[in-house]
């Protein structure tokens, strides 16, 4: 058996619902899924890659170029995963997709006018993590952490957004993750937007810096914030507020639970801080995986957590935000990006006490 073979397995079960001959898989998520961690990419801003991956009922295909070839083979593991390789010169007529899929019903990760979109079955099946899988997302959810940690111990007052986003990526890059993510606001930026791209206005008193790290394809998402004198009461309250709603999407994420259930009680959670109309405001997270959110979660969404999923829940409160990633186990929930030494709020949670992050006051 092939290392990929589960995957296979998973895309022909996919096929099968769906009466297909083939699935294309062209998004950098889909590709370093099925391949166990390999990566596509050039652009790392792009979310389809420069090859692709067409799998049918009894093969397996690698489409791409001479350029990308030998680094796929080679570095990123797909010599020996069984792949029929196509790597014409990058100069010749891009015929071979088209000569490859000829007379099938396609499927495909994203929308294509010549294949049935399954970019939510896709994403459904990316968010199964492997053991293999979930061994990562821990390495790398400790490694984020640390360049998260560095960082916000380095900004000074006077820094501009631009200096801290180079410090977070700096800091991140060297451990050997990418930030394919990395967002930072500082005073009243905070509270005027949910994602604020990093500009140069110069930090006063207070930052916010927002992280998604990807490594081996899967990413991980984090938020941290920085007070430098004195943290205001009116602060101070609402982040205990936006604690206790962290602590109740983390200990409501339990396998077997359904998404909108438990969106509605952390929508609840709102209202018991005090702060009602705040979800309606930014998007709460959702599953994780080869994406920073495989989906957003909503009051409509039935899906049901599994083991072994991971999760980003991010709920904010004008000026605060608490975000980690978890990863859902049998007798509780890892909390994969914790900081240690990070000051937090302990929240009782069904005779168990969580702990979310605080502000770290310097």
């Known amino acids: 058996m092939t290392p990929i073979q589960p995957k296979l397995d998973a895309v022909r079960a996919l096929m099968d619902e769906n009466g297909l001959d083939g699935m294309l898989l062209e998004k950098v998520s889909s590709f370093a899924w099925a391949t166990n961690g390999g990566a596509s990419y050039i652009n790392t801003a792009s979310s389809y890659g420069t090859s692709q991956l067409l799998i049918t009922r009894d093969s397996h295909h690698l489409i791409t170029n001479n ?26 007529r891009p015929t071979l997709l088209r000569e490859l899929t000829r007379g099938l019903n396609l499927g495909a990760d994203g929308p294509r006018p010549d294949a049935v ?82 500009t140069d206005r110069v930090l006063e008193r207070y930052a916010m810096l927002v992280l998604c790290g990807r490594r081996w394809g899967l990413v991980v998402s984090l938020t941290r914030l920085v007070h430098f004198g004195p943290l205001p009461d009116d602060l101070r309250h609402r982040m205990e507020a936006c604690a206790r709603v962290d602590a109740t999407f983390i200990h409501a994420t339990r396998p077997g639970s359904s998404l909108d259930q438990i969106f509605r009680t952390a929508v609840d959670a709102y209202a018991a801080v005090g702060f009602s109309g705040e979800w309606q405001l930014h998007h709460q997270g959702g599953p994780a995986g080869f994406e920073p959110r495989e989906w957003i979660a909503t009051l409509e969404t039935e899906d049901r957590v ?13 000026g605060v935000k608490s ?40």
Not at 338 to 350: D, H, L, Q, R, Y
């Open 67 to 92: 350029i990308e070839a030998p680094r796929l083979l080679a570095e990123e593991g797909l010599a020996h995963q069984g792949w029929q390789v196509h790597a014409p010169h990058w100069y010749e």
């Open 117 to 198: 979109d399954l970019s939510l079955a896709m994403a459904r099946l990316r968010s199964r993590l492997s053991e293999l899988e979930q061994e990562r997302f821990r390495k790398l959810g400790r490694l984020c952490a640390q360049a998260m940690d560095a960082a916000c111990r380095r900004i000074q007052p006077g820094w501009t957004e631009f200096e801290i986003a180079a410090a977070l990526a700096e800091e991140t890059e060297r451990r050997g993750a990418q930030p394919i993510v990395n967002l930072i606001a500082v005073d009243d930026r905070i509270r005027r937007y949910r994602h604020p791209l990093p």
């Open 306 to 318: 599994l083991l072994g999923q991971a999760y980003a829940w991010n709920p904010s409160i004008t």
């Open 323 to 362: 975000e980690d990633t978890i990863l859902v186990g049998e007798q509780g929930n890892e909390i994969l990006t914790a900081i240690e030494g990070w000051p937090s709020i302990p929240v009782e949670m069904g005779g168990h006490v969580l702990h979310r992050p605080a502000i770290l006051e310097r």
